[in-house]
């Protein structure tokens, strides 16, 4: 059974940063390509970043390229979001998935300006 569970979420001013990490298991982590969306209160779920099963590629939505940079770690089974010069718009709960089918139940980043 595949699970996934968020931390790091928290409250901060803007232009402060933060670090998400997603715990895994129940698959085999190395096979699989692993992301992050996220959704606002009243908007749809939006992709974030994702990073390939080898970790060599990864990619990011244009609101957060150059501020944002998803990693992951093979062995721990992990993968991490560190979120720098954070906005208010990024204000939103944030998910880990598997290959955009398994999902966690999320995390709340809060922005404030």
């Known amino acids: 059974q595949v699970q996934l569970e968020e931390s790091g979420g928290g409250a901060v001013q803007a232009g402060d940063s933060l670090r998400l990490s997603c715990a895994t298991s129940?698959?085999?982590?190395?096979?699989?390509?692993m992301g992050w969306f996220r959704q606002a209160p009243g908007k749809e779920r939006e992709f974030v970043a994702a990073?390939?099963?080898?970790?060599?590629?990864?990619f990011y939505a244009d609101s957060v390229k150059g501020r944002f940079t998803i990693s992951r770690d093979n062995a721990k089974n992990t993968v991490v979001l560190q979120m720098n010069s954070l906005k208010p718009e990024d204000t939103a709960v944030y998910y880990c998935?598997?290959?955009?089918?398994?999902w966690g139940q999320g995390t709340q980043v809060t922005v404030s300006s």
């Open positions: 129940g698959f085999t982590f190395n096979d699989y390509i």
């Open positions: 990073i390939k099963w080898y970790g060599g590629t990864s």
């Open positions: 998935t598997v290959n955009f089918v398994s």
